[in-house]
């Protein structure tokens, strides 16, 4: 299947990307759990070599995988894009997603601005970028301080670091949200989901 190709009766790509921080994951989740976005949304299943965790299910949270076979995944392109986080490899299975867009369902997923550049370059005319910015450096600051009590202060000033750089390329996304307050920043998304879902889908701005 050629995605480049397609026309409005393949399903869409939405990603979402922000700093660390921003609260792009709960974003996502909250709009997955809308009953009417529920049934046309599905969160894309990363694969990862990060060890299985007790409550996670194989296949629901993540394809948990060797690094042996991750690296057969890349070798023989099965993996769109991927990311190395604390000595895990994280990527997006092509096939699982493809098989959405060719049923029409929508695929949702949190990416970085590497994985974002990627899908859109991919599937320009399906995928929705979507960029979660935080009120202020300040109370981004203080969210991932919040969040990584038990972080080394490395770390957290090296996610700070990375915030700024990502904020910069909040312009070349097809939207922009604000997420000063969590309720107001998901009907914003709610809105650009149903606006996504009702007109013919075309590329406006791509991640160059």
């Known amino acids: 299947m050629k995605a480049t190709n397609s026309h409005n009766k ?4 939405f990603v979402i990307s922000g ?3 921003s609260g792009k994951t709960t974003l996502l989740s909250s709009l997955i759990q809308d009953k009417k976005i529920g049934k046309l949304l599905i969160k894309s299943c990363s694969v990862t070599t990060r060890p299985r965790r007790s409550q996670e299910r194989e296949a629901k949270e993540y394809f948990f995988v060797s690094q042996a076979e ?4 890349l070798k023989t392109k099965k993996i769109l894009e991927w990311t190395r986080y604390l000595g895990y490899y994280y990527g997006t299975p092509k096939e699982p997603l493809e098989k959405q867009l060719a049923g029409a369902k929508n695929v949702g997923l949190c990416l970085d601005l590497k994985g974002a550049r990627i899908l859109k370059k991919i599937y320009p005319i399906n995928t929705v970028t979507i960029f979660v910015l935080p009120p202020s450096l300040g109370v981004l600051k203080e ?5 990584c009590r038990n972080t080394n202060p490395q770390e957290v000033k090296q996610r700070l670091l990375l915030a700024r750089k990502e904020l910069q390329a909040a312009g070349k996304f097809d939207y922009c949200i604000l997420n000063q307050k969590l309720s107001v920043a998901l009907k914003e998304l709610k809105k650009i ?5 009702s007109v013919l889908p075309s590329p406006s701005k791509r991640l160059d």
């Open 193 to 197: 989901f149903w606006q996504e879902n």
């Open 10 to 13: 393949l399903g869409k790509i």
């Open 70 to 73: 991750f690296k057969r995944l």
């Open 19 to 21: 700093p660390s921080g």
């Open 143 to 147: 969210r991932i301080q919040n969040r």
